[in-house]
């Protein structure tokens, strides 16, 4: 593809998204503007510069610039961009470090492609090592789980959990205890709680 394409593509897709980014500080006369209030000529990156400058100021210009020369590199390297939750970034950043790869590209290799199955003895041991790490909150716990149940269960079980906080909250709203573990107490006289734990021993039993 032609860079003249390349940029047209580019700022059919992006040109609205980078003025709405911009403030009023970037704009010439200090009030923003859109792509409908300015005429840009959009043959060649060069042109637009020229015709962009009338309206934003030059720190703006290089914004756009390096955005461009960034999207270059990707269609040319064939590097796309992926969003990850933070929480599993720091998943995916323990891996690499756990599996000794040097990026996290190499890090997903080490999980994916067959090039890397003579390590699989390494993976295997730093995904039991994930599994044993606590990440903050409750997130990647409850969505792995609720990925594996139809939407019929996925409503079962958020039934379940507004039984259990009413429960709870009713039990905290009751109690005036406030020595020894009132809280590992509550739970244990929980008849949710119970009813789990007898379903969990007796499917254990069941194993063996």
Do not use: C
Not at 176 to 197: F, H, I, W
Request: charge should be neutral.
């Amino acid at each position: 593809m032609k860079e003249d394409k390349i940029w047209q593509d580019y700022l059919s897709k992006n040109l609205d998204k980078f003025l709405n980014g911009l403030t009023g500080n970037d704009f010439i006369d200090g009030e923003k503007l859109n792509s409908s209030d300015i005429e840009i000529d959009k043959s060649i990156p060069k042109n637009t510069y020229i015709s962009l400058r009338k309206y934003i100021n030059q720190e703006a210009i290089k914004s756009l610039q390096n955005r461009f020369r960034a999207h270059k590199h990707r269609q040319k390297t064939g590097i796309k961009n992926i969003q990850l939750k933070e929480t599993y970034l720091t998943m995916l950043e323990k891996f690499k470090i756990s599996v000794g790869a040097e990026t996290l590209e190499e890090a997903l290799d080490f999980l994916l492609s067959p090039d890397y199955r003579d390590y699989e003895h390494d993976v295997n041991q730093a995904k039991a090592q994930l599994a044993e790490d606590s990440f903050s909150g409750t997130e990647v716990m409850t969505e792995s789980f609720v990925k594996r149940l139809k939407n019929y269960d996925r409503e079962r079980l958020s039934l379940i959990i507004e039984m259990a906080f009413n429960e709870g909250w009713r039990s905290a709203k009751q109690s005036k205890k406030r020595t020894g573990n009132p809280r590992k107490e509550a739970l244990e006289q929980s008849d949710l709680y119970n009813d789990v734990v007898k379903l969990i021993t007796k499917g254990n039993d069941g194993d063996y």
